[in-house]
């Protein structure tokens, strides 16, 4: 008996510190989710690999976020975006940012422009402005923001705000990555406009990539 009361305690005394490890480390270790979101829908032509885009206006980007995000605050990054007005349309016509950020909304043309939203996150009109001017609007609130020009009806954007960083936006190739991913299970949903949106379940081990691909029609 006498030997094994150490024995028991240094085991017990190991076992203790091992659990502890991970806490001591502040976090797991963390994974990511990347994937592909495919447009099937009129309105955009899927690139066709080696073929000059005809229309590059009809590069569109998507929008890939969590339903839920395992957290709110931790790594929020709110700095400064830009929405170019250029050949009287707005590039990029799609934004991704975290709120608190503050978009920037240059007149690269020879006309004058506006930018307006009636938008319930943000409503907001700029006022018509000239050539070489640019005028700046802070996005606080999460949603969807839709902004327009009143001299040209045809020009229109989207400006997605979310209050936690578990979000991205396609590249032109439709491809996103969502990094810094604490392992569980999460609902993640597909954007993209005029279509239905897409919700699917993803699983993210640590240190490792889960792969979510969604078809948007
Ligand atoms: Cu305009």
Same mark, same amino acid.
């Given at each position: 008996?006498?030997?094994?009361?150490?024995?028991?305690?240094?085991? #017990?005394?190991?076992?203790?510190?091992?659990?502890?490890?991970?806490?001591? =480390?502040?976090?797991?270790?963390?994974?990511?989710?990347?994937?592909?979101?495919?447009?099937?829908?009129? &309105? $955009?032509?899927? /690139?066709?690999?080696?073929?000059?885009?005809?229309? /590059?206006?009809?590069?569109?980007?998507?929008?890939?976020?969590?339903? @839920?995000?395992?957290?709110?605050?931790?790594? &929020?990054?709110?700095?400064?975006?830009?929405?170019?007005?250029?050949?009287? @349309?707005?590039?990029?016509? &799609?934004?991704?940012?975290?709120?608190?950020? @503050?978009?920037?909304? /240059? =007149?690269?043309?020879?006309?004058?422009? =506006?930018? #307006?939203?009636?938008?319930?996150?943000?409503?907001?009109?700029?006022?018509?402005?000239?050539?070489?001017?640019?005028?700046?609007?802070?996005?606080?609130?999460?949603?969807?923001?839709?902004?327009?020009?009143?001299?040209?009806?045809?020009? =229109?954007? #989207?400006?997605? $705000? #979310?209050?936690?960083?578990?979000?991205?936006?396609?590249?032109?190739?439709?491809?996103?990555?969502?990094?810094?991913?604490?392992?569980?299970?999460?609902?993640?949903?597909?954007?993209?406009?005029?279509?239905?949106?897409?919700?699917?379940? $993803?699983?993210?081990?640590?240190?490792?990539?889960?792969?979510?691909?969604?078809?948007?029609?």
């Amino acid at each position: 008996m006498r030997a094994t009361l150490p024995f028991t305690a240094i085991v #017990f005394a190991a076992l203790t510190a091992a659990a502890a490890l991970p806490a001591m =480390n502040g976090q797991a270790e963390l994974g990511w989710v990347q994937g592909e979101v495919a447009i099937r829908s009129p &309105l $955009v032509a899927p /690139p066709i690999e080696g073929q000059p885009q005809a229309r /590059p206006r009809e590069h569109r980007r998507a929008v890939v976020f969590f339903d @839920t995000p395992p957290h709110r605050n931790d790594g &929020l990054v709110s700095g400064r975006a830009e929405m170019r007005q250029r050949d009287a @349309t707005f590039d990029p016509h &799609l934004l991704a940012i975290t709120a608190g950020t @503050t978009v920037a909304f /240059p =007149n690269d043309d020879r006309t004058y422009h =506006n930018v #307006f939203s009636l938008s319930k996150p943000r409503r907001f009109d700029l006022g018509r402005y000239a050539a070489g001017r640019s005028k700046d609007m802070r996005f606080e609130r999460p949603g969807l923001v839709r902004a327009f020009c009143d001299i040209h009806a045809h020009m =229109n954007a #989207f400006i997605h $705000v #979310f209050d936690h960083r578990f979000y991205a936006a396609t590249t032109e190739r439709g491809r996103y990555r969502i990094d810094r991913v604490p392992p569980g299970t999460y609902r993640v949903t597909a954007w993209y406009e005029g279509v239905d949106q897409q919700t699917r379940e $993803v699983v993210v081990h640590p240190g490792a990539a889960a792969e979510l691909d969604f078809v948007l029609h």
